[in-house]
């Protein structure tokens, strides 16, 4: 059985979320239609709707 790494475990997700931002960021800042918003929109949208979920909906 394989034990995850410390650091991996706690900045795994926060990684991941930086990531894809930036990706989107990039994509928005030079797409000029087509495929590049759409790649904006989804690596936007997701960390985004992360937010929403773990921040508003799940206090109730």
Same mark, same amino acid.
């Given at each position: 059985?394989?034990?995850r790494?410390?650091?991996w475990?706690?900045? #795994? ?6 990531? !894809? @931002? ?5 994509? =928005?800042?030079?797409?000029? +239609? #087509? ?6 929109w !989804? @690596? ?5 709707? =992360?937010?929403?979920?773990f +921040?508003?909906?799940r206090?109730g």
């Amino acid at each position: 059985m394989k034990l995850r790494h410390p650091f991996w475990a706690l900045w #795994g997700w926060p990684l991941a979320m930086g990531l !894809l @931002t930036c990706i989107g960021l990039v994509s =928005a800042l030079f797409s000029d +239609g #087509g495929l590049g918003d759409m790649l904006a929109w !989804l @690596t936007l949208g997701i960390p985004t709707a =992360a937010c929403i979920w773990f +921040g508003w909906l799940r206090r109730g």
